[in-house]
Nanobody
């Protein structure tokens, strides 16, 4: 059984920072792309950033210059460093990974940006 476990969400004021982490565990033979998506109330789920095993990054225009995704292949872990947070970044953030050629999702972690 493969699992993605996220941590690091919470409440932060506008302009603040948070760091999310996601670790894959279980019977893993291969992990390809890993990334973060978010789902805000009343909106569709959207890509935040993804990173390939080799370190190639794709990110949403809305987070460029503010969010940084990183990956530790030895630990099957990705992180998302979020800075200069805005109220519109409020959402449930989901970790996603292609593990053993199948798509997997974490349980989600709430990020709330509010004064």
């Amino acid at each position: 059984q493969v699992q993605l476990v996220e941590s690091g969400g919470g409440l932060v004021q506008p302009g603040g920072s948070l760091r999310l982490s996601c670790t894959a565990s279980g019977r893993i033979f291969s992990i390809n792309d890993m990334g973060w998506y978010r789902h805000a109330p009343g909106k569709e789920r959207e890509l935040v950033a993804i990173i390939s095993r080799g370190g190639a990054i794709t990110s949403a225009d809305s987070v460029k210059g503010r969010f940084t995704i990183s990956r530790d292949n030895a630990k099957d872990t990705i992180s998302l460093q979020m800075s200069s947070l805005k109220p519109e970044d409020t959402a449930v953030y989901y970790c996603n990974a292609i593990i053993n050629y199948s798509n997997h999702w974490g349980q989600g972690t709430q990020v709330t940006v509010s004064p």
